[in-house]
Every structure is written in structure tokens, then in C-alpha cells.
């Protein structure tokens, strides 16, 4: 993997040069759960990280007591109705349908709080407390809504409180996601998917920190937040920084912030990176107009 430290004219904050430590990690030792809240700390600074993982910690028990202890010894199916009795009905988790674009439904420590979050943090619960309790679940990167996925042919929707889908279910997901634009997508482009083994590959929890990620940028960019949006990108960099479309959107959103100088140098690399990209020649009139503005 390559080197994970934060991007050039980032300030090396604890709490990034804690989130890069993570994301050099191989995949067996990666915590997702850790990782989940070194991107909530972003938003919220000093946030403790103990009671957090505590509270997971305590789901995971109430699950063993359901069962009288490990998944291993009570079999998937009772481990799974212990884990979504727990989750979705004593703790009360479920999708938030009404405000599903708020960024706290991407912030781990909020979605516990509020008990409300997007597909892919519910999944995190999910798969964090299954974990915990060693029910081998794992995350599934599909297109337009994340799932949860297990043994044989197991597919779960945790933004509909763990229900097993079967393939005319997972049909039905693909033609809602990318036939029809969403309230929060006016406009969106119609993209007809056809239903195979790929899109239910197990994602990688750098896959998933990296999803969460955007969806972020997306979720604070529509909002015009771009300080935030800037910080999620450059978590994003940390996560992968052989990308250089990267260093565009940084760049941009360091225009925005009156950065004038560090878009300039983000933007030249990124020509360095892809000198035959196709907007090369946008961007170098935007380093033209950024060098202009630069005091």
C-alpha cells in the first residue's frame, strides 16, 4: 500500500496523523469502528472515543444474553434475530428516511445518539456488534444503497431493520437507486444496472470509510459547508492518496475558503499527476485566475 499520510498543506493534527496510523493498517487489523469516529472527530473535536466503542461494547452483550452466548454456538439464524431484536427494537435503530441527507447520519457517535443514520452507519452497528458476538457478517459496497451480507446467500438491509432481501428485492433496490432521482438527487442521471455476483462482493472497511467519506462531501457540499467539505476530502486523501482527482477537489474547495496559494500548488499537482487529462486546460486557466488572487 501506498505511503498514508496526510495531504501536503494539511495540518498534521492528532487526531489525521491517528486516522492515517489506522488507514496504513492491513485489513485484518483495521478497526472500523475507530475509524468511523476519527472521521466524526473531524466534526467533533476532542471527542472521546471510549463510551462510544463502550456502548457498542454493551449491544454486543445484550445480544449474548439473548442467546446464552456466542453466535457460534447458537447458529446464524438465532444469532441474526437476536442481533435485529436487540437493534432494532430494544435500541430502537432505524433509517432516517425523513432527513436523509443530514450529515449526522454518517457520524457514528451521532448515529448512536440519535439512533438514526444512513444504510451504510447502520451497517456499521450492525456489523460491529456482530463482530463482537463472532456472527461473520460482512459490509456489501452495492450501488446506490449499502448492504450487509453473511453466510451462503444471506443479503440484510439495515435501513429496513435487517430485513433479508432476496434477488427480485435486490432487482427492486437497483431500479429504485438508479431509475429514479431521489428528492436529495434532482436531476440524476438515469444509469439501468443489471443485477450480478460483483455488486454483492464483500467491502473492505477502507472501502467503507472511504464511502462514508464521500457521502459526506456530497452531504456538506450541497449545503455549501465548505470547510467541512474541505476536511472530508483531505481524510479522503489520507485514505487514498494515489488519487489525484483528490488534489482537484481540494483545490476547489481551498479556492473557496480564500486559500489561494495551496489550490495553486493542489492544482499543479494534479497536472503533474495527469498532465493529459481532459480538463488540463480548465485547470490551468483556473491557476491562472487563483494566481491572480493571491495577495
Not at 499543479?268 to 490551468?284: K, S, W
Request: net charge negative; aromatic share 6%; proline share 7%.
Amino acid at each position: 500500500m501506498s505511503d498514508a499520510s496526510p495531504p501536503a498543506g494539511t495540518e498534521p493534527s492528532a487526531n489525521r496523523l491517528a486516522f492515517a496510523r489506522l488507514a496504513a493498517q492491513p485489513e485484518a487489523l483495521l478497526d472500523l469502528a475507530t475509524g468511523c469516529l476519527h472521521i466524526a472527530a473531524e466534526a467533533y473535536p476532542g471527542l472521546a472515543f471510549g463510551p462510544i466503542l463502550g456502548e457498542l461494547d454493551l449491544l454486543a452483550g445484550r445480544v449474548r444474553e439473548r442467546l446464552g452466548g456466542e453466535a457460534t454456538t447458537a447458529g446464524i439464524g438465532a444469532a441474526l434475530a437476536a442481533l435485529h431484536a436487540v437493534l432494532y427494537g430494544e435500541y430502537g435503530l432505524r433509517g432516517d428516511r425523513e432527513s436523509y441527507d443530514d450529515p449526522r447520519n454518517s457520524l457514528l457517535n451521532d448515529v448512536l445518539a440519535r439512533r438514526l443514520g444512513l444504510p451504510i452507519t447502520l451497517a456499521v452497528v450492525e456489523l460491529e456488534v456482530a463482530w463482537r458476538v463472532a456472527l461473520p457478517l460482512h459490509g456489501i459496497g452495492f450501488p446506490g444503497h449499502f448492504l450487509v451480507g453473511g453466510p451462503g446467500d444471506l443479503v440484510i438491509d439495515p435501513f429496513d431493520a435487517g430485513r433479508q432481501l432476496g434477488p427480485d428485492d435486490l432487482e427492486a433496490v437497483l431500479r429504485r437507486t438508479h431509475r429514479e432521482p431521489t428528492r436529495h438527487e434532482p436531476g440524476a442521471a438515469v444509469i439501468p444496472v443489471a443485477l450480478h455476483a460483483a455488486l454483492l462482493r464483500p467491502a473492505t472497511k477502507r472501502e467503507i470509510l472511504a464511502r462514508i467519506l464521500r457521502n459526506l462531501h456530497g452531504s456538506f457540499v450541497r449545503r455549501r459547508d465548505w470547510g467541512s467539505a474541505l476536511w472530508s476530502v483531505e481524510l479522503l486523501g489520507i485514505l487514498d492518496p494515489g488519487d489525484p482527482d483528490l488534489l482537484r477537489d481540494r483545490a476547489v474547495l481551498l479556492a473557496r475558503a480564500g486559500r489561494f496559494g495551496a489550490a495553486v500548488a493542489e492544482l499543479r499537482r494534479y497536472l503533474e499527476a495527469r498532465p493529459d487529462a481532459d480538463d488540463a486546460d480548465l485547470v490551468r486557466r483556473a491557476i491562472a485566475a487563483f494566481r491572480g488572487r493571491i495577495h
